[in-house]
T-cell receptor, first 117, second 113 residues
């Protein structure tokens, strides 16, 4: 069974600084997707960034980038120039791809990110 | 384009009752998944529907059921409610079962008294 581990329950960062959230996962699949979702107090789960395992290039979305280390099964999220609106719960998630496709998302336990003004 | 719409936003029930939650996916999305979120268990997959058929089911008792209609809207039902069913229930949609990513709604907060 696939598992996703987020070892940092809480993180804080000064506004405008950079922070990195960690995620490791375990799978026997060779092809899969990895995601970071953000859940602010408004509850909606918002997709931040996604990575296809077959792509060696790390995904980037504006101030958000990932460090994907497939051999180490590590998928960290870097947030640059942190803003107050980045405060939220961040979830790392895994999904198999290929024939089984969109079976389900397996989530980590989340990291609560606080932005210090 | 409207996002995933879940109704109602809040719901209060008592033990033993049953409840039905509704989810309207993004227009054009045909796959709908349901997740339960609790402080103790985190986010857990309930089930996934595509073309009115349940494709996958998580490890939940038979009291949890769902269905999908021809317009891709989905409902989930929980019968004989227990205190432990108190949770945020999230619905997510995608274009299809082999297409990522999933887009989530705001959830329904279910409280059992």
């Amino acid at each position: 069974a696939q598992t996703v581990t987020q070892s940092q329950p809480e993180m804080s960062v000064q506004e405008a600084e950079t922070v990195t959230l960690s995620c490791t996962y375990d799978t026997s699949e060779s092809d899969y997707y990895l995601f970071w979702y953000k859940q602010p107090p408004s509850r909606q789960m918002i997709l931040v960034i996604r990575q296809e395992a077959y792509k060696q290039q790390n995904a980037t979305e504006n101030r958000f980038s990932v460090n994907f280390q497939k051999a180490a099964k590590s998928f960290s999220l870097k947030i640059s120039d942190s803003q107050l609106g980045d405060a939220a719960m961040y979830f790392c998630a895994y999904s198999p791809s290929g024939e089984r496709g969109n079976e389900k998302l397996t989530f980590g336990t989340g990291t609560r990110l606080t932005i210090i003004p | 384009k409207a996002g995933v719409t879940q109704t109602p936003r809040y719901l209060i029930k008592t033990r033993g009752q049953q409840v039905t939650l509704s989810c309207s996916p993004i227009s054009g999305h045909r796959s709908v998944s349901w997740y339960q979120q609790t402080p103790g268990q985190g986010l857990q997959f309930l089930f996934e529907y595509f073309s009115e058929t349940q494709r996958n089911k998580g490890n939940f008792p038979g009291r949890f059921s769902g269905r999908q209609f021809s317009n891709s809207r989905s409902e989930m039902n929980v019968s004989t409610l227990e205190l432990g069913d108190s949770a945020l229930y999230l619905c997510a949609s995608s274009l299809g079962p082999r297409v990522q990513p999933q887009h989530f709604g705001d959830g329904t907060r279910l409280s059992i008294l």
